[in-house]
């Protein structure tokens, strides 16, 4: 079984701080993992995926994630907080190769301050 | 610039009532997936298809149909509409040749039960 577990549901940072939007995976074998953005009202867009290549991942607006297989954990980081950062964030596992489906984390809402 | 397009994007239903949700994608993908998102407990996959003809259940099926007659539409039907399924449902596609393989979201459809 795959499961996803984000840590805080919600996340606030002030503009120019560090982002740090945690999520940890439980498996059994290697996962391919993702993260998704999700503004309101809209659906979800891909920041970036692992699917192991490199264990450091750049997506896009200045995201990037690590891939640590010792703390099976996926975190996702930004240098520096924008005001149009402010949005729900998903960590998603893909292991099941029949259904190719994403199993997703309950999300962490950002919320960014001036 | 389709990409996996939803209709209709809003609806109220009275308790009871059944609908179709329909989904269409224009990128050609094999496998399609229906998810509904409820606050604090991410997407949770409905159903899903791996090709024309095919559906499969998801995590959380009951109450729902489905029906994928053509490559490109993805039907989603509520028989009888209960308030347990007010949710936002969101309709996925990936070409699906590899688990890695990006999976594109749909903008929503919010649908109240009442």
């Known amino acids: 079984a795959q499961s996803v577990t984000q840590l805080g549901s919600h996340v606030s940072v002030s503009e120019g701080a560090l982002v740090l939007l945690r999520c940890n995976y439980s498996?059994?074998?290697?996962?391919?993992l993702f993260w998704y953005v999700q503004y309101p009202n809209q659906g979800l867009q891909l920041l970036l995926k692992y699917t192991s290549a490199a264990t450091l991942v750049k997506g896009i607006n200045g995201f990037e994630a690590e891939f640590k297989k010792s703390e099976t954990s996926f975190h996702l980081t930004k240098p520096s907080a924008h005001m149009s950062d402010a949005a729900e964030y998903f960590c998603a596992v893909n292991l099941d190769t029949g259904r190719r489906a994403l199993t997703f984390g309950s999300g962490t809402r950002l919320q960014v301050q001036p | 610039n389709a990409g996996v397009t939803q209709t209709p994007k809003f609806r109220v239903l009275k308790t009871g009532q059944s609908m179709t949700l329909l989904c269409a994608q224009d990128m050609n993908h094999e496998y399609m997936y229906w998810y509904r998102q409820d606050p604090g407990m991410g997407l949770r996959l409905i159903h899903y298809s791996v090709g024309e003809g095919t559906t499969a259940k998801g995590e959380v099926p009951d109450g729902y149909n489905v029906s994928r007659l053509k490559k490109q539409n993805f039907l989603l039907g509520l028989e009888s509409a209960a308030p347990s399924q007010t949710s936002v449902y969101f309709c996925a596609s990936s070409y699906g040749a590899v688990s890695g393989n990006t999976i594109y979201f749909g903008e929503g459809s919010w649908l109240t039960v009442v």
């Open positions: 498996s059994s074998v290697p996962p391919y």
